[in-house]
Nanobody, 118 residues
Framework: QVPLVESGGGLVQAGGSLRLSCVVSTRTFSNFALGWFRQAPGKEREFVAGINWSGGRTYYADSVKGRFTISRDNPKNTVYLQMNSLTPEDTAVYYC???????????WGQGTQVTVSS
């Protein structure tokens, strides 16, 4: 078991920004690839962004490229998602995840709500 706890969600107006944080409770944090997913009402969970163990490689869904940035701070056991130029279509519950690789996530956080108003 690897607990993950997200924070930073909330209500923001279109065009605004939020930064999500996720603290991963493991002594081997730096060994994990990390990612962010989201699930909007009535839709399936979708991949948003991923980052490898070193932070040297990042991946983004086309819908967020140029607007969202994923980063990690290994000494703090934390992964971040900086979200800029938010639109109502970004409204969703956002989940952080950890796993052996960017495409292999085994552990999930509880989710944090992001609501973007028009």
């Amino acid at each position: 078991q690897v607990p993950l706890v997200e924070s930073g969600g909330g209500l923001v107006q279109a065009g605004g920004s939020l930064r999500l944080s996720c603290v991963v409770s493991t002594r081997t944090f730096s060994n994990f690839a990390l990612g962010w997913f989201r699930q909007a009402p009535g839709k399936e969970r979708e991949f948003v962004a991923g980052i490898n163990w070193s932070g040297g490689r990042t991946y983004y869904a086309d819908s967020v490229k140029g607007r969202f940035t994923i980063s990690r701070d290994n000494p703090k056991n934390t992964v971040y998602l900086q979200m800029n130029s938010l639109t109502p279509e970004d409204t969703a519950v956002y989940y952080c995840a950890a796993g052996a690789a960017v495409d292999d996530y085994d552990f999930w956080g509880q989710g944090t709500q992001v609501t973007v108003s028009s």
